[in-house]
């Protein structure tokens, strides 16, 4: 029996290259290039972003306790981790080719409406918490 045919009977296989802290620092080099290339690329990622940072500090002056503040800071991260799986999603369909077909369009629509729900969380959150703190 070979390695890989072992590893697969006792579930462990695992992808060949880097290990350890190698992998860590290569994922996290892969990782910071996805945020710069969705910043240089996709106009709602930057606004999303500098949204964020605007909200950043009224976050920490709304929350009246470390719930309320995850509550802001967590509904805030979504929108941008919701930009992200868009914007990929998108870069996908679009690199499979530029006909329209329908599972594409889909596959778009469906990503478009989770950056809108995450937006929609966001305001629900941000409302709910600015009126219990202003009111």
Sequence with gaps: MTRTQSNIIEGSLSK???KGLTRLLAALRYSLRGLAAAWRFEAAFRLEVVLAACCLP???WLAQSHV???????SMFAVIIAEL?????EAVVDRTGS????LSGRAKDIGSAVVLMTLVQFLIVWIVI???RLG
Excluded: T
Aim: aromatic share 4%; hydrophobic share 55%; no cysteine.
């Design 16 to 18: 060949p290259g880097k």
């Design 130 to 132: 600015g009126v219990q």
């Design 58 to 60: 009224l976050a920490f």
């Design 99 to 102: 006909e329209l077909h329908e």
């Design 85 to 89: 799986v868009n914007s990929a999603i």
């Design 68 to 74: 309320e503040l995850l509550l802001l800071l967590l």
